[in-house]
């Protein structure tokens, strides 16, 4: 338990002592007194009963004194907090529509609708990744920058999984998040209250199975990377398996989800593959991504409590000097 004012509890302790001492004192002369001249006071039973009530009293001033210093307990409290990065997929197959209107226009309401779920103290970013990985808005606790950076996202471009995570991780730490010269993960710290939410069809440029060129960053190694920092990696699949073909670059591409990569990203740091071949699904998404609890202590106010007790106390003191002597105090 903590105080805020101690200097006012040690005042009034010392009121409470100073009227002990003086009920004390008041009581041993009244029994020298009575005993000079010669009636007895019936015994120290009915003695100490007779003074029952000043000790109530007393002993009310005491705990008064305790509310007016301010006293207040540490509760660990369990709530959503730490910081999200929602990194946005704006290739150019997510202008897709084998999901309506779009791929990328239903990831957008579902990213609005996620951001509107939380609460203030959830830090949120926004990463639109092409090749290399774009950061649109750094992690913050007015949510209206977040929202602002979805609504003007707009398709174009490749795709690399594995720069999205890269950049996803340097939103989180304020600073360049690469690979080392041998491709092994770097030490970016611990960040366990931190997650991505990745938006994506999982068409990979760094996979050549996915079509890409692999000349960019490979996804598992960058997931090596969230892993080991304890970040958690959801990824929201956005798109069809039956696929369908887009427009890019005055080009006819075929394009398909690939929830095989979104999923081993997922897997991968302990995160969540949540599948959304349709509109329905992805409007869901904001009460299907559970954020990790963090436990804060915050001070629980005890003084009302305390007050409640000096009342009681002082009302049967009172009540007992009234019933023994007929007088209130």
Do not use: C
Not at 87 to 97: E, H, L, P, R, Y
Not at 222 to 234: L, P
């Amino acid at each position: 338990m903590s105080l805020a004012d101690p200097v006012l509890l040690a005042v009034g302790l010392l009121v409470a002592a100073g009227l002990a001492w003086a009920a004390v004192v008041v009581a041993r002369r009244r029994a020298a007194a009575l005993t000079a001249a010669g009636l007895t006071a019936g015994g120290p039973g009915r003695g100490r009963t007779r003074l029952g009530g000043v000790w109530f009293t007393i002993v009310g001033v005491a705990v008064l004194a305790i509310a007016v210093a301010g006293p207040a307990a540490s509760v660990p409290v369990s709530r959503a907090s730490g910081t999200v990065i929602l990194a946005m997929d704006v290739s150019g197959s997510m202008a897709a529509t084998d999901v309506a209107p779009s791929r990328l226009a239903a990831a957008k309401r579902a990213a609005l609708s996620f951001i509107d779920a939380q609460p203030d103290s959830v830090d949120i970013g926004v990463v639109a990744f092409q090749q290399g990985g774009l950061e649109a808005a750094l992690p913050a606790a007015d949510h209206t920058t977040a929202e602002a950076a979805v609504r003007r996202l707009k398709a174009s471009g490749g795709t690399s999984l594995g720069d999205a995570i890269l950049a996803s991780l340097s939103a989180i730490t304020h600073k360049t998040v690469v690979l080392r010269r041998d491709g092994s993960a770097p030490n970016i710290g611990y960040w366990p209250s931190a997650t991505i939410v990745l938006f994506s069809d999982g068409q990979d440029e760094a996979d050549p199975a996915s079509g890409g060129t692999g000349t960019s960053t490979s996804t598992d190694p960058a997931a090596s990377v969230a892993e080991k920092a304890g970040v958690h990696i959801d990824t929201v699949g956005v798109g069809t398996a039956a696929g369908t073909t887009v427009d890019v670059g005055g080009y006819h591409l075929f394009t398909a989800l690939n929830a095989a990569a979104l999923r081993s990203v997922a897997q991968a740091t302990a995160g969540t593959y949540h599948p959304a071949s349709d509109a329905g699904e992805l409007n869901g998404i904001a009460s299907s991504i559970d954020l990790r609890l963090t436990v804060t202590h915050e001070p629980l106010p005890l003084a009302g409590a305390f007050i409640a007790v000096a009342l009681a106390l002082l009302a049967a003191g009172a009540v007992l000097t009234i019933t023994r002597s007929g007088r209130v105090i």
